[in-house]
């Protein structure tokens, strides 16, 4: 595709439920991020696949999150058992280099997660 | 771990003013500096970058200089105008090769 999509734009789920957020990157992209953006805040780090191999995932709060990349394309952030201060916006950015010259991010319009 | 501390939170400047935002950054390590723009209820897009082999950098209305030594970078905005208005967000790269960014600095240009 033209950019880098994220689905569901947005998602209420309520306090307990499992959700799973998908990133098609833009094709041919190696690297693919996740970042958690809080209301009013920064993207904060998740975590790194380089291709399918997930090379860093210090980012991620707790061993509620997960994400997987197993084809080297299509990502998915699986938060279970989801709790009101997973309440964010879950940014998905991708790019063509990897390692020390990632470069450029490009980002997908994000989703919107709201835990009741 | 990188920590960027980014100011002001808000800033408002009338229209054909310069605005000016100041990041500093803790690690020493970090070469690589983007600015990026999101507007509301959109995707941050990257609109200028440098690295640490350079002091400044500009493109039209827009600049970013960098000082290793005091670890600090400032984005540069002369006359500003309301499609300006927006959050800008610094960050930093380092070994890690994920950017840490800074907390975002609303704009408002005031026509």
């Known amino acids: 595709g033209a950019g880098v999509s994220q689905s569901p734009r947005y998602k209420v789920a309520k306090r307990g439920q499992d959700v799973a957020l998908r990133c098609d990157p833009i094709s041919g992209h190696v690297s693919l991020f996740w970042y958690q953006q809080a209301l009013g805040q920064g993207p904060e780090f998740l975590t790194y696949?380089?291709?399918?191999?997930?090379?860093?995932k210090s980012g991620l709060p707790s061993d509620r999150f997960f994400a997987e990349r197993p084809e080297g394309s299509v990502s998915t952030l699986k938060i279970q058992r989801t709790q009101q201060e997973d309440s964010a916006v879950y940014l998905c950015?991708?790019?063509?280099?990897?390692?020390?010259?990632?470069?450029?991010?490009?980002f997908g319009e994000g989703s919107r997660l709201t835990v009741l | 771990g990188e920590n960027v501390e980014q100011h002001p939170s808000t800033l408002s400047v009338q229209e054909g003013d310069s605005a000016v935002i100041k990041c500093t950054y803790s690690?020493?390590?970090?070469?690589?500096f983007p600015w990026y723009k999101q507007e509301l209820g959109k995707r941050p897009q990257l609109i200028i970058d440098i690295r640490s082999n350079v002091g400044e950098k500009k493109d039209q209305r827009i600049a970013v200089t960098l000082n290793k030594t005091a670890k600090h970078f400032s984005l540069h905005i002369t006359e500003t105008q309301p499609e300006d208005s927006a959050v800008y967000f610094c960050?930093?790269?380092?070994?890690?090769?994920?950017?840490?960014f800074g907390s975002g600095t609303r704009l408002q240009v005031q026509p």
């Open positions: 950015a991708s790019s063509p280099y990897s390692g020390a010259n990632t470069g450029e991010l490009f």
């Open positions: 960050a930093a790269l380092t070994g890690r090769r994920a950017l840490t």
């Open positions: 696949f380089q291709n399918e191999a997930q090379l860093d």
């Open positions: 690690d020493s390590a970090s070469n690589y």
